[in-house]
């Protein structure tokens, strides 16, 4: 069984998705191609992750069980069973050699003479020729190889890979149900850290960035005292100075217009300041889309552009 006795120390919005690996890995009949599909940090990676342990696990008690030798080399990264495929840091992709890597890890023979996974994440960031490269793996799957595919946004995958793979979609639990799961993780954290980091509805994200202090670096940076109760003029000169504002500054900030325009009524908001703030919001967005494909910008003019854009609009 997946997870075994630990099923129910998953995230409960992960539960259902938690049931049909279970089924799958009971059948005994694994396809080969997975697609864990959602927005980041929902908890997909760590899925996937836990998957892929189970699919190697040799215990045939609970999956995985942690204790065998294969669990133990998993924990280690050192199981020959398993491949991870990720984008170069330095490139922000994964180019066609990666894959063919892939291909040839699966034409071998299994160290376990069980199963072999390649896990690939994030999948958006395969270049277009590692696509294709990647097609023949999955149109001809070697015995006994699971592909599971990661991606925070897989229409960016061609369709014919679409295809060839059993989806599974993970949706960001509510705020209430994410807040009580984050204050279990991190019950000295305070309310104001916890509140702020699941404003971005992603649960694994928020603690991650509250373990690194991450918010904590964004919060201390900006000095205007009303920073916690949403945007003014004195937050977004506060964010103009930012030399280097990083995708968690940019996340911050469309984060803030969103309540921002939701909150404001006619009489604070003329139609043509509304319509203005739109549209930085929106060159925001599109700014945030642009990093995430690795396209290369100078996001420190691009931001500057835009919130003083944002000021205008404001004053
Ligand atoms: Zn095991």
Redesign the pocket.
């Known amino acids: 069984m997946f997870l075994g006795d630990q099923f129910s120390e998953i995230p409960a919005w992960l539960h259902d998705n938690g049931k049909k690996l279970d089924s799958i890995l009971a059948a005994q009949h694994v396809p080969h191609t997975i697609l864990f599909s959602g927005s980041e940090g929902v908890g997909k990676s760590e899925m996937a992750n836990m998957f892929s ?2 699919l ?4 045939n008690i609970k ?10 080399l ?1 924990d280690h990264h050192t199981h020959g069973d398993f491949l991870h495929v990720s984008s170069e840091d330095s490139k922000n992709n994964i180019g066609v050699e990666q894959i063919r890597n892939a291909i040839s890890f699966a034409n071998k023979t299994s160290a376990f003479g069980y199963r072999k996974v390649i896990l690939i994440n994030p999948a958006e960031k395969l270049q277009r020729n590692a696509s294709n490269a990647l097609l023949k793996l999955i149109e001809e799957p070697p015995a006994n190889t699971i592909a599971l595919l990661v991606s925070n946004r897989d229409v960016n995958l061609p369709a014919t890979v679409h295809s060839r793979c059993l989806r599974l979609e993970f949706s960001s639990p509510d705020h209430q149900v994410a807040y009580r799961w984050l204050s279990e993780k991190l019950p000295n954290e305070c309310e104001f850290s916890k509140t702020i980091a699941l404003s971005l509805r992603q649960p694994f994200k928020a603690l991650t960035l509250i373990k690194t202090k991450e918010f904590d670096k964004l919060l201390s940076s900006i000095s205007s005292p009303s920073s916690e109760s949403g945007l003014d003029i004195g937050l977004l000169r506060s964010l103009a100075q930012q030399r280097d504002p990083n995708k968690l500054f940019l996340e911050y900030l469309c984060l803030q217009l969103e309540k921002f325009l939701k909150e404001a009524t006619k009489t604070t908001l003329n139609n043509h300041s509304s319509k203005n703030i739109f549209e930085c919001q929106g060159k925001l967005r599109s700014l945030i889309a642009k990093i995430d494909q690795g396209v290369a910008l100078n996001i420190s003019l691009n931001f500057t552009n835009i919130v003083n854009k944002l000021i205008k609009a404001m004053e």
């Open positions: 342990k189970a190697l696990c040799v215990s999956l995985p069980c942690d204790n065998c030798k294969s669990c133990n998993f």
